[in-house]
């Protein structure tokens, strides 16, 4: 039997997933808290295995709570409710030792799904979430490489797409109608601005950093 506890400071939100732990017959509530000073006092009593935990609590916040949790019960598995899917409070509540991210619109399946997966070890994110997320990596990967690499220009660009997709100079010239010396400088400009010893590492690193999927 999986033992909850779920901390909100809006009582219908606690009363309507009550409502779904009751449809669940390897879960029991065992214990509800309106802020967090009141969910870990609610621990420091109560054996539980999973907490439902409101980010957005007034006086002891989720945040808080969850770090406050991590510390004194680490065995107790925490799934963040929000109505925000925003990345960095995504983070930051993984960091202080959240396993799950829920929408508060999540529907019954979902919410009893969450709890299954972080019980068993897992982490579960609600799909929102988890797009949230990614976009915000796509982005980070997008300012990694302008950071690590110089602005490389509309010839350059289509040169080194040639070059990955295996043309030879001559072929490369051919089609851009340019001339073979003018290949060659760019691929030499290539080479200085990706720190490439050689079209291989023009290859490699390319590939690596996804410069061609902008």
Sequence with gaps: MIKLIIAD???LVIDGIRLMIAEAPDMECVGTANDGQEALALLAKKQADVLLLDINMEGLNGLETCRAVHIRHPEVKMVALSMLKEPGLIKQMLKNGASGYLLK???MDEVLRAVRAVH????YFSPEVSAAVMASLSASRTTEKKMLFPE????ERQVLRLIVEEYTTAEIAGELSIKFGTVETHRRNLLIKLGARNTAG?????????????
Excluded: P
Aim: glycine share 12%.
């Design 202 to 214: 023009l290859v490699r690193t390319c590939l690596e950093y996804g410069l061609l999927t902008e």
């Design 105 to 107: 619109d999540a529907g």
């Design 9 to 11: 400071d809006h009582q």
């Design 152 to 155: 490389l220009t509309r010839r």
């Design 120 to 123: 068993a070890g897992k982490q």
